[in-house]
């Protein structure tokens, strides 16, 4: 089967031409560490669980007067790897996939 042709680097000004996204060059730039390396491991599973058990209802939507159930646990102030921001309860809000992917695109 014939391969797909390679595309330009999406760092900016990058001449290099790559399969992915980026050349190998900039790859290691935009590369992200895993979930587990960021602290979403299993002891967070359960506690995500456990607080959306007592806040069932996306809290963004309520604002709006709607009923819509909570899928997330959103950090309102991004824990940048900060463990105690992190684990901190009073950071966290329950929001629908709709409004964290909204929150974060937004960069909020």
């Not at 309102?76 to 992190?86: A, C, S, T």
Request: glycine share 8%.
């Amino acid at each position: 089967m014939p391969r797909t042709p390679k595309r330009p680097c999406r760092h900016s000004g990058c001449p290099n031409l790559s399969d992915g996204p980026y050349c190998e060059q900039h790859q290691r730039l935009y590369a992200r560490e895993i979930a587990t390396q960021r602290g979403y491991d299993g002891r967070w599973r359960r506690t995500r669980a456990s607080f959306l058990k007592k806040h069932p209802l996306c809290a963004g939507c309520l604002k709006d007067n709607r009923l819509t159930p909570a899928t997330v646990v959103d950090h309102i102030v991004p824990h940048r790897g900060d463990e105690r921001l992190f684990w901190d309860e009073a950071n966290w809000q329950p929001l629908c996939k709709t409004c964290h992917d909204r929150k974060t695109g937004e960069g909020l």
